[in-house]
């Protein structure tokens, strides 16, 4: 279970996400998780962060219980950073 804030005007609570360990093989599983879970206005989730806003590249870097933040295809890398 991990605790995801989804960079979006609507979401102010975390949503907590079980990712099965089969789907954590790759981070495009991950992220494929990520899409059906999180609901996005506009686009898709294709990038997950730490809360210091280190990118997360590897599903193994994945903690259970912490949180991090997923954002869409339509955020900008230094924005999200700004953001955290």
């Known amino acids: 279970m ?3 804030f ?3 005007p ?3 609570s975390p949503l907590l996400i079980h990712i099965p360990p089969a789907m954590k093989t790759r ?3 991950v992220l494929q998780v990520l899409n059906e879970r999180v609901k996005f206005p506009v686009g ?3 990038s997950l962060y730490k809360m210091n ?3 997360i590249c ?3 870097e994945l903690e259970m219980y912490n949180n991090y933040v997923v954002a869409s295809n339509n955020e ?3 924005r999200v950073r700004k953001r955290l």
């Open 2 to 4: 991990y605790n995801l």
């Open 6 to 8: 989804p960079l979006s």
């Open 10 to 12: 609507k979401h102010q």
């Open 27 to 29: 981070m495009k599983l």
């Open 44 to 46: 898709y989730a294709k």
């Open 53 to 55: 806003g280190s990118r």
């Open 58 to 60: 590897d599903p193994c």
């Open 76 to 78: 900008v890398t230094e």
